[in-house]
């Protein structure tokens, strides 16, 4: 079965630690993102990469990173620097001119 | 600040009625208009989209109309299922990145 795989569906972190939220896919996309999606206020994007070895940041990149080393492969590590981490996170792909195609069923971070 | 303006915030619809979503937009720039469909603790699925050089499109139940010189698009969900019970977003892009409105909540009532 083809899709976007976002592992674990639930995570439960201590304030200041690091934590890495996993997203593969086996779709043959060119281009990842990452989602937040916080209660009423609809989708907002972290970062995307529309190619192997390079991203870009979205409207709210700070105090999160990525990389991009293979093309299945969209990890979102969520820093101590982020000031409000507890939130939804959505990873999606697409190929061609299509912006966002398909998303994967998320993971519910949980600060503490 | 929020890019493009989704209303009503929740509606409630008897089963058989038509549901209707609306959503605005400043940017011109925008050249893909999509709608998702999310169920409780799933990620957003594509139900329809449209390009601003169309008008409307159908499909199925599920039909956009887009009005380009008010900078308005709508979602309408015709003879109304429970099982269409769900958030619906809109959205709209240039250049692969999407800004999404805040969601409408529909309640289907049997």
């Known amino acids: 079965d083809g899709g976007i795989t976002q592992s674990p569906k639930y995570l439960f972190r201590k304030e200041g630690q690091n934590v890495t939220l996993s997203c593969e896919q086996n779709l043959n996309h060119d281009a990842m993102y990452w989602y937040r999606q916080d209660p009423g206020q609809g989708l907002r994007l972290i970062y995307y990469s529309q190619i192997v070895n390079d991203f870009q940041k979205g409207d709210i990149a700070e105090g999160y990173s990525v990389s991009r080393e293979k093309k299945e492969s969209f990890p979102l590590t969520v820093t101590s620097a982020q000031k409000n981490p507890t939130a939804f996170y959505l990873c999606?792909?697409?190929?061609?001119?299509?912006?966002?195609?398909?998303f994967g069923q998320g993971t519910r971070l949980t600060v503490v | 600040q929020q890019q493009v303006k989704q209303s009503p915030q929740s509606l409630i619809v008897q089963k058989g009625g038509i549901s209707i979503i609306n959503c605005a937009y400043e940017n011109t720039a925008f050249d893909y208009f999509p709608w998702y469909q999310q169920f409780p603790g799933k990620g957003p699925a594509l139900l329809i989209a449209i390009r601003p050089d169309v008008s409307e499109k159908k499909e199925g139940r599920f039909t956009i109309s887009f009005n380009k010189s008010a900078k308005q698009f709508s979602l309408h969900i015709m003879d109304s299922q429970p099982g269409d019970s769900a958030t619906y977003f809109c959205a709209a892009s240039n250049d692969y990145k999407l800004s999404f409105g805040a969601g409408t909540t529909v309640t289907v009532r049997a």
């Open positions: 999606a792909s697409s190929i061609g001119t299509v912006p966002v195609a398909f």
